[in-house]
């Protein structure tokens, strides 16, 4: 089973910076694809960006240009790079891990999320 860890949230001026770190620990499993999502008081959770286990990356439509996903697999750590902020970004940002165990079963797992927010 995978233990999912998000840093790197805080308070950031609009036209900042923040890089938000996913630190998976576990064994038994490798992780398929990961995605950042971010919900927002009084809105639903939204996928911001995600990256397959081959490397294959999608946006949100709002976040493109903006954003980067990565990853560091020597330190089982995604990141999500957030160049450019608005305030319309603020949100609790959450990582999300699809993982195939050893057995061949699928699951999916959250972290506990990290606060982001960007005064105007």
């Known amino acids: 089973q995978v233990q999912l860890v998000e840093s790197g949230g805080g308070l950031e001026q609009a036209g900042g910076s923040l890089r938000l770190s996913c630190a998976a620990s576990g064994s038994g499993f490798s992780v398929e694809a990961l995605g950042w999502y971010r919900q927002a008081p009084g809105l639903q959770r939204e996928l911001v960006a995600g990256i397959t286990r081959a490397g294959y990356t999608n946006y949100t439509d709002s976040v493109k240009g903006r954003v980067t996903i990565s990853r560091d697999s020597a330190k089982n750590t995604w990141y999500l790079q957030m160049d450019s902020l608005k305030p319309e970004d603020t949100a609790v940002y959450y990582c999300?891990?699809?993982?195939?165990?050893?057995?061949?079963?699928?699951?999916?797992?959250w972290g506990q999320g990290t606060q982001v927010t960007v005064s105007s």
């Open positions: 999300n891990a699809v993982t195939k165990s050893n057995s061949g079963a699928y699951r999916s797992s």
